[in-house]
């Protein structure tokens, strides 16, 4: 965009709109209900202390069930970037590669009550809306269309006027350069009107190359604008295009002057998507017009930014900071860029505002059909609500539970429920840390690098993804004896490469594995870089999949890493660790469910034994029960109760985006029955959560 809009004093209205529009931001996130024309929200406490949401009471017999409240939502990196991914439909732009990463708590980045926006980052929202505003009325949903401003080009005569128009006020051409991507059929459209004057109209004559390709007698006058079009073939590359006024006209007795006004110029490919240009600016203002114009475009946006429909005066506080960059001289579109950029660092687009008419008040409400809309399109989808969660919001039938299910089940069946698999499984599962540098010493495994670390994020991914699209039960996350392999992750297995290209679904059928805990990747993220960790993995398991936290080290215990040229199997280097006192009390919950998994060496590798010995895989649960390996293990845990009720405990973490308590056991046994009787499919966990009380309702806060 024009770095015109970014003066001291447009970036100071900007600053101030954003106040007036929701708040101010700090690590506290505070709201004034009246200053948001009336649909504001309470003040709630963010950063780490104070303002959780959960008070921790348990719920007496006889006592309402307390859904709790949870501290105002920012947006998280990967939220925020799907947000704008599908605001502006489909723009391909990571804005969030420049933030900070979000902080983790509860094994999620979404939990409100640790999150804050600090100054630094305020000022990277800033360049963020700068940046991808200015992308987004030049780019195009694919392969579309190139729009070149004709102010920001520039003529050979003339100068700008008019809204943004560049008057060719004599003979002479407004040229530039487009750059082709793909030998192809487009369509060459200039955006002009003439002022009259003289026998004959404007004559306008678009080039290409230097060859004129149509000449246009122009009838369109500045109260209508026209776009003028021509059909070309052009090979890939570099193109000269120009748009000339050949026939001037000036008679200054009668004041007489025919001039050619040129808004753009755009090369579209011919049957290819509308630029996100048009999507966005839904309005082009004629001279007079702009105020009109800007509050159809920042009333349409606004509502899809803000996930709610906007007041009368939010959207003329918008339209007014347009309208003084108009009066300071600015064009049309720094203007109302300036006016999207003010949406985009609005605490109302950067957090999940919700409303309480009463915050003070105790008793349970449900949240109102846009907030619904909100929580569950974070949920699902790690985005904004579409446009038919909005609809239902508008209508008033998102809150009842049958609309909920209709919804959930559409949701899974969109491309955006991958967010599943990127964000929920990513923390939940450990598949997140595939990524990045899982260092492993090349002389124990030289055939360990970035291609297999890749397989195995790759087989993982699609491992899970089989949950959200095939219906299966989340009992097989541990049980299922088929996985996904490509000809090097066959290799790394033992197997025969499998038939085809790419990733093919294998059977593990008399193979000593099953389900995600066994899978290389997950072995490899738990474990050291020469050896492996029964201790991260026992303690995975006992975290991720039955909820048990162990108790941390005393103060000041330090335990010496094992390793490999002290001899012995890990079972008796841990019997040492055990044998302390100090170390007892966790690792005898750790290591009996880590040593089960022993068979699998620090990359994943099936072994039978260990220096030389007979690995010993046998182990106990905290529950008492016992198994001789891994393969007995997963069959004790995926029958268990622990596993159902931690997945749900997980799934509600994630969904709210708070600490679940001791007042939220009503709702998690309601959930885990129903998760249970829907065959324990994350389908039915997730219609379970989103239909549950505790998903739609929420209380204020004393």
């Known amino acids: 965009m024009n770095d015109r809009a970014w003066d001291p004093a447009a970036r100071a209205l900007l600053l101030a709109l954003a106040v007036v529009a929701g708040g101010c931001y700090s690590g506290v996130s505070g709201f004034d209900r009246d200053a948001a024309g009336g649909d504001g929200a309470e003040g709630e406490s963010g950063g780490q202390e104070g303002g959780s ?12 069930p307390d859904p709790g409240r949870v501290t105002m939502h920012r947006l998280t990196n990967a939220e925020y970037d799907n947000t704008i991914r599908d ?14 990463a979000d902080e983790v708590s509860l094994g999620f980045d979404n939990i409100s009550n640790v999150q804050s926006v600090t100054p630094v980052l305020f000022e990277l929202y800033e360049r963020a809306a700068e940046e991808t505003i200015g992308q987004a009325l030049v780019a195009t949903g694919g392969a579309g269309s190139q729009r070149l401003e004709a102010e920001d080009v520039g003529g050979t005569v003339g100068s700008v006027c008019c809204g943004g128009f560049w008057n060719l006020n004599s003979n002479g051409e407004i ?7 793909a030998d192809g059929d487009q369509e060459l459209v200039v955006r002009a009107y003439g002022r009259q004057a003289g026998p004959d109209l404007p004559h306008m004559v678009i080039s290409v190359d230097g060859a004129a390709v149509v000449e246009i007698d122009v009838t369109a006058t500045e109260a209508a604008p026209a776009e003028h079009s021509v059909a070309v073939s052009l090979p890939a590359g570099n193109h000269a295009v120009s748009v000339a006024f050949t026939n001037d006209f000036y008679d200054s007795a009668g004041g007489l002057d025919r001039n050619l006004y040129v808004d753009w110029i755009e090369l579209r490919p011919v049957g290819g998507p509308g630029a996100i240009r048009d999507l966005v600016l839904t309005c082009e203002p004629t001279p007079g017009s702009e105020a009109a114009c800007a509050e159809e475009i920042l009333g ?3 509502k899809r930014a803000w996930r709610r429909p906007l007041a009368d005066s939010e959207v003329a506080g918008l339209v007014g900071l347009v309208q003084a960059a108009l009066d300071d001289g600015q064009g049309w579109e720094p203007a109302i860029s300036l ?3 003010a949406v985009l660092v609005s605490p109302w687009f950067v957090f999940r505002v919700e409303i309480d008419d009463d915050p003070g008040s105790l008793v349970p409400h449900p949240v109102n059909d846009y907030e619904l809309a909100t929580r569950l399109s974070y949920f699902v989808w790690s985005t904004m609500p579409d446009d038919e969660l909005t609809l239902a919001a508008d209508q008033g039938t998102l809150h009842h539970p049958e609309v909920l299910e209709a919804q959930v089940l559409r949701m899974l069946e969109d491309p955006r429920a991958e967010a599943l698999v990127d964000n929920f499984a990513g923390q939940w599962l450990y598949l997140r840390n595939l990524d990045g540098d899982l260092a492993k010493d090349y002389a124990e495994f030289p055939d360990f690098d970035a291609e297999l670390q890749a397989a195995m994020k790759t087989e993982a991914e699609m491992f899970f993804r089989t949950f959200i699209t095939e219906g299966r039960s989340l009992r097989e996350l541990l049980t299922a004896d088929e996985t996904f392999v490509d000809a090097r992750l066959a290799e790394h297995y033992g197997i025969p490469v499998p038939e085809g290209e790419g990733f093919q679904r294998v059977s593990l059928e008399g193979l000593p594995r099953r389900g995600l805990l066994t899978q290389p990747g997950l072995m490899s993220v738990l474990s050291h870089p020469v050896r492996t960790s029964p201790v991260k993995r026992g303690k995975w398991v006992l975290e991720q999949l039955m909820c048990i936290n162990p108790p941390p080290p005393p103060p000041g215990v330090e335990i010496p890493p094992l390793s490999p040229e002290e001899g012995g199997t890990m079972r008796e280097q841990l019997e040492e660790h055990r044998a302390n006192p100090e170390c007892s009390a966790c690792h005898n919950l750790m290591d009996p469910i880590g040593l089960g998994l022993e068979h699998y060496d620090a990359i994943g590798r099936y072994r039978a034994t260990e220096a030389g010995l007979p690995i010993d895989a046998s182990g106990e649960l905290p529950t008492g029960e016992t198994f001789q390996d891994a ?17 749900t405990r997980k799934t509600l973490t994630y969904a709210l985006g708070r600490e679940t308590t001791a007042a939220d056991a009503p709702y998690l046994d309601e959930i885990v029955a129903e998760f249970e009787s829907a065959d324990a499919t994350l389908e039915g966990l997730l ?3 989103a239909t549950s009380d505790v ?6 806060e004393e």
């Open 175 to 181: 040229a530039t350069t487009i750059t082709v991507e």
């Open 695 to 700: 998903f739609r309702m929420r209380r204020g």
């Open 300 to 302: 349409a946006f606004g």
């Open 53 to 64: 949401g959960e008070s921790g009471d348990e719920t007496g017999e006889g006592e309402e």
């Open 631 to 647: 393969l007995g293990m997963v069959e004790l845990l995926a029958a268990s109760e622990d596993f159902t009720t931690c997945t």
């Open 687 to 689: 219609v379970a959560v």
């Open 339 to 341: 006016g999207l950029q």
């Open 87 to 100: 605001l502006f439909f489909g723009l391909p732009v990571s804005p969030s590669a420049d933030f900070p």
